[in-house]
């Protein structure tokens, strides 16, 4: 019993020693992460455009447009297609199965007036994504490339109950302290629903679909600009939209004893 003991002190005094003379060095590491989709086919890539709603205060087409093609233009090897954004609502009208009710004209005028203000109300736009024949068209337009569309929801949102804060406290003694406290409160924000499917614009056929969701709320008493809640969400969502096409690396640190 004398023994162990003896050996564990002698064992702790030995780190304690090796610790106190080491040096320690902090290594920058970098992980890559394999895409997703493998591109190697495609030597161009076309942001089509998105059906997009929810509110009438951010474009999510066109901003969601212009973000993904300035990110690829940074961090793709894929050349970043510039053209209009195609008008997805409006093609997806006119090409809409024909109903028994209505005539064709009368269908498509009343489904390209149909707002978009949630999920349910894209479903009668689905069908556009599965047309092959108009994505075909799209692709020889452009040098059969990679298409990139999909649907964008951005929606108000917002959100009561107990939520924790920290709260500054000074004592009688002028002391300043920070303790956490809970209080009711009513916060607002945006929900940022994106559908990303990906297009061979050499046969027009869906390879592959991704949906992502990020939540932002804020403070009743925070002006919060929806543009900007739309930007905060957007930086969440782009790393994983990049890591679908291209390689990414994950930065991190090791720490070395010396």
Not at 109 to 129: A, M, S
Not at 149 to 160: A, D, E, K, M, N
Not at 237 to 244: G, H, Q
Request: hydrophobic share 40%.
């Amino acid at each position: 019993m004398t023994g162990r003991l003896s050996l564990k002190l002698l064992s702790g005094i030995l780190v304690v020693g090796v610790a106190g003379c080491a040096s320690f060095y902090e290594i920058p590491i970098e992980t890559p992460i394999a895409a997703k989709l493998d591109v190697s086919a495609f030597q161009r890539v076309f942001i089509a455009g998105f059906l997009s709603g929810g509110t009438d205060d951010v474009d999510g087409n066109l901003e969601t447009v212009r973000l993904l093609r300035s990110q690829l233009r940074m961090k793709s090897n894929l050349r970043v297609i510039d053209a209009d954004v195609l008008p997805l609502k409006t093609d997806a009208a006119s090409s809409r199965p024909q109903g028994q009710a209505a005539g064709p004209a009368a269908e498509a005028r009343e489904l390209t007036e149909l707002e978009i203000k949630n999920e349910k109300d894209l479903q009668p736009y689905e069908h556009i994504f599965a047309d092959a024949d108009y994505w075909k068209r799209i692709g020889e337009e452009y040098q059969n490339p990679l298409i990139v569309t999909g649907t964008v929801l951005f929606t108000p949102h917002s959100q009561s109950g107990m939520v924790q804060r920290e709260r500054e406290i000074i004592d009688p003694l002028g002391r300043r302290r920070v303790e956490p406290v809970r209080e009711y409160m009513e916060r607002k924000g945006f929900i940022l629903q994106e559908k990303f499917i990906f297009i061979d614009g050499r046969s027009g056929a869906q390879i592959h679909s991704e949906a992502l969701r990020e939540e932002r709320l804020y403070n009743q008493n925070d002006n919060t600009p929806a543009l900007s809640s739309y930007f905060e969400l957007m930086d969440e969502i782009i790393p994983r939209f990049l890591s679908t096409l291209s390689t990414q690396k994950v930065r991190g640190s090791r720490v070395l004893i010396k």
